[in-house]
């Protein structure tokens, strides 16, 4: 078997586990909620289900936004090594701890436990960022049509944003107050005006 | 890496992706059923276990038609975008929360809850609508071998045909009637007869 | 993309889907079983969870061999069509129900949750030839390199074996009495030979 | 299909299910930790959940150096047989059990219960060692391109590692001694040299 095959395989195999992680953190988001023992009308059960299912709603995205996200900074990888593996296994670990985090989210609901799932989803972050930032700059396993710059981008986006995002939406919700969705929107402007700039300097 | 072989590999992990959490969600429907406390015999088992069953039995052909008819659209995609993710996550959101909608039936078994059942089983159809009709018209995914009127096709077929059947058979078993039966067996030949003449046309 | 890619890429997601089913329910065998309140040494241990811990072995062997067994039939298979996804859902569906089952066997530990038990590996079996029988002798979904004696070898073996097994343990189990474990040794023997001589009629 | 095609299919269904399996434990580890009734402030949080998540980590990582050592055995596989099955079935049925093993360390915490932790990770170690040493020594599974005693070398580290970290990490942490963290790195100074010293043997 030549190197290059077993490289990809190696990849191939991190890159379904880390799925299947994911898929099963995804899945059972939903497994603590029951059904309320009395209610009368779908009204009423979208009601006393409320907070549950917001919080359901919320750690679905922040899992599917990591799964995108994942996806698209493995796309740039050409092989993997042990070190990717253990960084990536923190990753994962963290997502593993998410549907604790949404349990807290709706039975506290306060201003705490928000802290608390905030810190979460930065800490996911931060450690997408290690894998990243070993894959690309240290361990020399991301395609070599990637400029520094384009490296780097990738970098500070997937340590700050899903922190920053969760932040922002929270606060909207807690305030009642626009700024944080408005907050998202000129972030998202930003990233996207920058990764232009960026895929235009490498064409 | 061209990019052919890039778009097959995203195409390639988010359909193992929606796999994995169509079989996630499909096994844990029964991890909320437990055995009754005291029974005496099989036949006492079965009848107090039978609401339960029967709700296992009907959210399992659910999944496993969706997961069907997943298969199919995805079979007439050659890649996959960042919407596409999107949408198809939204589609998942919905699946994982069939366990919890089958708790439900087999809790309340009212009215009320089969009808918060099927809009949940509607809601899905549309998801997947969503998916296909990006993917099929927006996005320019599919195969170009396809005919406009086949897509069409696709999209109706996929967007009412689970909430619908699911209606159908609740009637069925509700009113003690056949003709929620004879509803879906129409449907099929209609069906089967509009999908032939698409063939044909399209040959 | 050419038929033959699509067959395969078809009967490639219907095992995906069918592991990943196998690999949840093999694992969800052990989410029910919590260590016990108070316990003074190793060997009290494992004397109060004795019953749960058999229960446990009983079904991992179960899921293994079918698991085993649907990977050797469906090596034959060359590709899938929307019978063979039916009728594949029909076993996974059933295999899904084993650790409810399991919990049943250790609940309960009496001649009829072992009957019921034994009923439900019996209908896995049952289900399992059904996909094989429809593949191999209506779908012509198999490498016609297969003679039909082997065909008909491979569905007797299947439909039978897994029931039969299990029933033989718990016989010898229940009695004390090593009949049973004779009568596996025996079936596997002739299963061994009848293989071996349909092996070298094909050569 | 080739002899060798067909190898490769179960080779990587094998390896499919293995991977589905460790996904799903490490993943379960989580879903039996529940928040605290009541907590002020994030400290308070931490202090409450300490033992659980202390407890999460050790088997989070337990899981994942499992993984990364079965991904690096299987990768000097070619191919796999019935036997491998079953042996590689033991290891994940007592992979597996993880998830029970952590409960018992989080609610007892006390030496007995460090003691079956230790020992069911030491029986992992050992199946994986067995699954190795069947096919690289018996089933001639394995690339011929390794030398016996680079075949040696990792049924020794796969067979003692996982049982001796696990139990030198409980003795730091139980002593308060920093011995047992010396031993880990002892070991693996070892390990590096020895490995070292085979590759350079066989280049």
Redesign the interface.
């Known amino acids: 078997?030549s190197a290059s095959v077993?490289d990809d395989?190696?990849l191939h195999?991190?890159?379904?586990?880390s799925?299947?992680?994911?898929?099963?953190?995804?899945?059972?988001?939903?497994?603590?909620?029951?059904?309320p023992e009395h209610?009368?009308?779908?009204g009423e059960?979208f009601r006393l289900m409320g907070p549950k299912l917001t919080a359901?709603?919320v750690s679905?995205a922040v899992i599917?936004i990591n799964?995108?996200s994942h996806?698209r900074t493995f796309?740039h990888l050409?092989r993997a090594d042990?070190v990717l593996?253990?960084l990536n296994?923190l990753m994962?670990?963290l997502v593993?701890?998410l549907?604790?985090g949404t349990?807290?989210l709706w039975?506290?609901g306060g201003i705490?436990a928000s802290?608390?799932y905030v810190?979460l989803v930065t800490a996911i972050g931060v450690a997408h960022a290690l894998s990243w930032g070993y894959a690309a700059f240290v361990g020399k396993l991301a395609?070599p049509a990637l400029s520094a710059a384009t490296k780097w981008f990738i970098l500070v986006r997937v340590a700050l944003l899903p922190g920053l995002m969760c932040w922002l939406v929270f606060t909207s919700v807690a305030t009642g107050q626009p700024w944080g969705y408005l907050g998202i929107a000129g972030v998202m402007v930003v990233l996207a005006v920058v990764g232009r700039l960026l895929k235009r300097a490498g064409a």
Do not use: S
């Open positions: 078997m077993a395989k190696h195999r991190l890159i379904l586990f799925d299947a992680v994911f898929a099963i953190a995804i899945t059972l988001l939903a497994i603590e909620i029951h059904p209610w009368n009308g779908v059960l359901y709603t679905f599917g799964w995108i996806r796309a050409l042990g593996d253990v296994l994962l670990g593993a701890l549907p604790l349990e807290l039975e506290q705490e802290r608390v810190g395609t």
